[in-house]
């Protein structure tokens, strides 16, 4: 049973940083780990994602070149470094693993993913 559990949110004035963490367990090589958001009224968002094996990614136009998404297999835990944040980056932010590369086309999609953390709160004031 694949298990994740998010950690680091927070408050942070725009043009801040923060660094999301998702320690997991039960899970192999062959997952796809991503991270995705919500804000309240909108749909979840994916916006970064790694496949465990491989080491490739995938970002949300909205976060690139800003946000790195990276995994510590020793500790194996995925992270999510958000730097130069915008009030537009807060959400409720999750983890989610999916079994498989899900590819360049289904990656972003919640619904390809099995496995889902409980969440934790950015908040960028401006």
């Known amino acids: 049973q694949v298990q994740l559990v998010e950690s680091g949110g927070g408050s942070v004035q725009a043009g801040g940083s923060l660094r999301l963490s998702c320690a997991a367990s039960?899970?192999?090589?062959?997952?796809?780990v991503g991270w995705f958001r919500q804000a309240p009224g909108k749909d979840r968002e994916g916006i970064a994602a790694?496949?465990?094996?491989?080491?490739?990614?995938y970002y949300a136009d909205s976060v690139k070149d800003r946000f790195t998404i990276f995994y510590d297999n020793a500790k194996k835990t995925l992270y999510l470094q958000m730097n130069s944040l915008k009030p537009e980056d807060t959400a409720m932010y999750y983890c989610?693993?999916?079994?498989?590369?899900?590819?360049?086309?289904?990656?972003?999609?919640?619904?390809?993913?099995?496995?889902w953390g409980q969440g934790t709160q950015v908040t960028v004031s401006s």
């Open positions: 989610a693993a999916g079994l498989g590369w899900l590819g360049s086309s289904t990656w972003g999609l919640p619904q390809e993913y099995n496995y």
């Open positions: 039960g899970y192999s090589s062959s997952y796809t």
């Open positions: 790694r496949y465990i094996g491989t080491g490739n990614v």
